[in-house]
């Protein structure tokens, strides 16, 4: 196979892994992956190389740093039981993959329901672990709407770095 198709599929590839970023997947490591199949299958002697691999492992591991610690900051300074936040992770995930269904436009649905279902999935994941531990109702939703918030930061940030392996391994295959 040429040089350039193996490229054009593994962007494409790319695009999708950094696409499942939103539906709270592991998509910075699968573009990481992605790229050391390539290097392992390919011999090209041009392109990308171990050194922007492990570049890219750094930059995978910071976005989930970024996502965990964002998602669950805001909701511990509000008080937050490692109950309520666990549940809330949980809650975030599912109604995240639940949301990719409930708008019924092609793709630009499933990307919104996909975010507003971890918005909403982190809410009550933390107001029902709040709820079970016996808070009081108004600082339940004050820990809930942390949690919201704290999600939804934390996806852009995952999103944000998931961009930067995307256009380092675009550019490095041009070097």
């Not at 709407?145 to 675009?170: D, E």
Request: proline content about 3%.
């Amino acid at each position: 196979m040429s040089y350039w198709l193996c490229v054009s599929v593994l962007s494409v590839l790319n695009a999708v892994a950094l696409l499942s970023n939103l539906f709270l997947l592991p998509g910075n490591w699968f573009m990481t992956g992605l790229l050391c199949i390539f290097l392992l299958v390919s011999d090209f002697g041009h392109g990308p190389t171990w050194t922007i691999v492990m570049i890219c492992v750094a930059l995978a591991g910071v976005g989930e740093v970024l996502e965990l610690a964002m998602g669950s900051a805001k909701a511990a300074k509000k008080g937050a039981s490692r109950r309520a936040m666990l549940i809330s992770m949980g809650m975030s995930f599912v109604c995240s993959i639940a949301g990719t269904f409930m708008i019924p436009i092609p793709i630009v649905g499933s990307v919104i329901g996909a975010i507003l279902g971890a918005a909403v999935g982190a809410f009550a994941g933390a107001w029902l672990g709040e709820a079970w531990k016996g808070t009081e109702p108004a600082l339940r939703t004050e820990i809930g709407t942390a949690a919201m918030f704290g999600r939804l930061l934390g996806m852009l940030a995952k999103g944000a770095v998931g961009v930067t392996i995307f256009v380092v391994q675009l550019v490095s295959f041009w070097l």
